[in-house]
């Protein structure tokens, strides 16, 4: 028989080794591809403060253009509505949610960049904006971006936009958030004088505070929004743009964006190309 030593030490490794391999499934399910649809539940990561796009609403339930492409992707890699996890993906946390299997993939305000790239693989884009600016209704002083020298502005800590103001535009005073809600909030209590990130995200924000809030300057780049999956996972890849493809074909891309960001007076554009399947 083994020494009561040896037994103490084989329970630890047990104990030990148990935790660690439940702590490697993905999407925080008992494992599973979310490719081969055969995970019992997957988990999604979509913002739950932007108007529009990714919502939680009061009681509980997800609204939003990112949530419906996210929920239509779902549904055709196996899994129903009640089969979704939905889990916040802040900006700044977006690679590491990604990374540390804790979501099959992001539906988020994602651009694709190049830099995003050496960490995480994009399916799409599904969807392409501009960077812009919200100030409050009865502003100005601010009517593009050629007018924002001194000014102070707010963006989002790890987003695309608050770095191009950062590379672009050294004489604003920018102040970073987690989350653009903040910065909404303060640029109605005067703090800050514009809030900048894309179109669309603002676009929501104003339309969801009638009269408080302008947009100014359209926009000064282009964002591509891609879905954002574990970097080398290439057969969820080209089932996610697969199911891209699909929703833009059978027009419930169009309907999804209509019913989203209609209300707040964006134009329904033409949906993106999708990446050629790999």
Known sequence: MPSISKRILGAIALAVTIPLSLSACGGGDSGGSAASGDKEKIA????????????KNPDGTYSGFDVD???FVAEQLGFTPDKIEWKEAV??????LIDNNQVDYIV????ITDER???????????VTGQSLLVQANNTDITSKDSLAGKILCSVKGSTPAQKIKDEFPTVQLQEYPNYSACVEALKTGKVAAVTTDEVILAGYAAQSPGAFKLVGGTFSEENYGIGLKKGDTELLNKINDALKKMEADGA??????????PAGVATPAPPAIAATN
Request: cysteine-free; overall charge positive; proline content about 4%.
């Open 253 to 262: 891309w169009a309907a999804a964006f209509e019913k989203n960001l209609g």
């Open 91 to 96: 900006s700044a946390q977006r690679e590491n």
């Open 108 to 111: 988020a305000t994602y651009s």
């Open 44 to 55: 999604i990561g979509i913002k739950f403060d932007q108007p529009g796009l990714g919502l």
């Open 69 to 71: 492409v996210a929920t």
């Open 117 to 127: 790239k050496k960490r995480v693989d994009f399916a799409g884009p599904y969807l």
